[in-house]
């Protein structure tokens, strides 16, 4: 057997024994490869230098920036305001808060760009109102779980920018950012659309109406939230600051907004938003280093190559290729979490889908769409957990409330695929 078949195995049965003993994902992807460049007699300093490399990236910076300014912004009453100002856009259709729930998460996906905070924030809100309201608990789960989602496809979201460093940072983030905009409406849209339709099924009622005096109040709130995610995709969009800049500039004004406008919280809790922050910087940058050196020994042993050799074995047919990665990445998101997959399957799943005349643009959406279904799906399904922890009932309830929303989501994932103009339509004409 040659050398290269045996690193090969040696790679990928060390990472799935790791994953069987739950090891962490990043401890995983760092010991599968010592073990691997070890075998090789490769000099391990290599691999100390892929991983510092791989976080010697200034376009780095935008992560934690992005992070701190939606820890700032979660803290205090965001995600209230946000409902408020989305109760007044569609609250009163029948089965208003249900739409509500779906509205007010793509506005907190615009600022957090994280679907667990998502879920946090705007489901610790949502669930406890939708069941005063006489909605089942497990609808008020299912809407929010799955309305939550919209935050890692809506722009800014810092998986985006992990997947444009996993593809080699040759992606530009501002069209990662604009190519996440029509998807992120269609996806609501079609989340509101299934709403109505069982709303109407289980007799829900629409809203209670809102007294006009307080509209100016709710409007401006709402306004004055949005603009974090304004001042960010405002600044990248029109070149005025780079992503890190914007990313810098988004943090004083959330800073602003919530210690000193809005006095939610005390100055005080800073320090504790500060830890949270570094605690989450600190595993996404840990996880990019292994990630690196990982990627590097996949490209050495030339498995991005293989990969591509063997699908287009199975079929030439893009429609065919596109539908067994779409599986492919709903099946490995049930047991991994998203930003592994990211930095792991990017480099793998790229050549394969540039071979095909798939724009990586395009291709990064419907990763993000595909892997963010599977933050719902056992047994990792984060966002379904926290969820159904908020909710107060078994993830198997969660599960089957979930089901339909998930069922159209999918529907949206293979629209989006096999229609690239509905996701390149902003990128491409922001280049014109």
């Given at each position: 057997m040659e050398e290269a078949t045996i690193a090969v195995l040696i790679l990928s049965v060390s990472f799935v024994l790791f994953m069987i003993l739950r090891f962490p994902i990043s401890l995983t992807l760092a010991?599968?490869?010592l073990l691997t460049v070890m075998y090789l007699e490769i000099?391990?300093?290599?691999?100390?230098?892929?991983m510092v490399q791989g976080i010697s990236s200034y376009s780095l910076l935008?992560?934690?920036?992005?992070?701190?300014?939606?820890?700032?912004?979660?803290?205090?009453?965001?995600?209230?305001?946000?409902?408020?100002?989305?109760q007044l856009i569609v609250g009163r259709v029948r089965g208003g808060l249900a739409m509500v729930n779906s509205v007010a998460c793509m506005f907190f996906g615009n600022i957090s760009g994280s679907a667990v905070a998502d879920v946090s924030s705007i489901g610790s809100v949502m669930i406890p109102m939708m069941k005063k309201k006489g909605y089942d608990t497990d609808y008020a789960v299912g809407v929010t779980v799955s309305s939550a989602i919209q935050g890692v496809v809506v722009?800014?979201?810092?998986?985006?920018v992990l997947y444009s460093l996993a593809a080699g940072g040759g992606v530009s983030i501002a069209s990662l950012f604009l190519a996440g905009i029509v998807p992120g409406i269609i996806l609501c849209i079609s989340l509101m659309a299934t709403s109505y339709v069982y709303a109407i099924k289980r007799g829900y009622a629409k809203g209670d109406p809102i007294q006009r005096k307080d509209v100016p109040k709710i409007v401006l709130d709402g306004v004055m939230s949005l603009l974090t995610a304004a001042?960010?995709?405002?600044?990248?969009?029109?070149?005025?600051?780079?992503a890190t800049e914007s990313g810098a500039l988004a943090c004083l004004y959330a800073f602003i907004l919530t210690f000193v406008v809005y006095r939610d919280i005390p100055v005080s809790r800073m320090w504790l938003?500060?830890?949270?922050?570094?605690?989450?910087?600190?595993m996404v940058l840990f996880l990019i280093a292994a990630s690196d050196a990982f990627s590097w020994l996949l490209a050495y042993l030339k498995i991005p190559g293989m990969v591509t050799d063997l699908m287009l074995g199975i079929s030439d047919s893009p429609i065919i290729i596109l539908l067994i990665i779409n599986i492919l990445l709903l099946i490995l998101g049930a047991?991994?979490?998203?930003?592994?997959?990211i930095l792991i399957m990017t480099p793998i799943l790229l050549p394969v889908v540039t071979h095909l005349g798939m724009d990586p643009v395009h291709f990064g959406i419907i990763m993000m769409l595909n892997l963010g279904i599977g933050l719902l799906t056992p047994p990792v399904g984060t966002v379904l957990f926290v969820g159904c922890a908020i909710g107060k009932i078994s993830i198997s309830q969660g599960t089957k409330a979930m089901m339909p929303f998930f069922y159209v989501m999918c529907v949206v994932l293979l629209v989006l695929t096999y229609i690239p103009d509905l996701v390149?339509?902003?990128?491409?004409?922001?280049?014109?």
């Open positions: 010991l599968s490869t000099p391990l300093a290599v691999v100390g230098q892929r935008t992560i934690p920036f992005f992070i701190l300014a939606g820890h700032m912004m979660s803290e205090g009453k965001l995600a209230l305001r946000l409902v408020n100002f989305a722009p800014p979201s810092h998986n985006l001042i960010i995709l405002g600044g990248i969009f029109t070149g005025w600051f780079t938003i500060l830890k949270k922050t570094f605690r989450t910087v600190s047991p991994m979490d998203m930003a592994p997959l390149m339509w902003l990128p491409n004409m922001m280049k014109h």
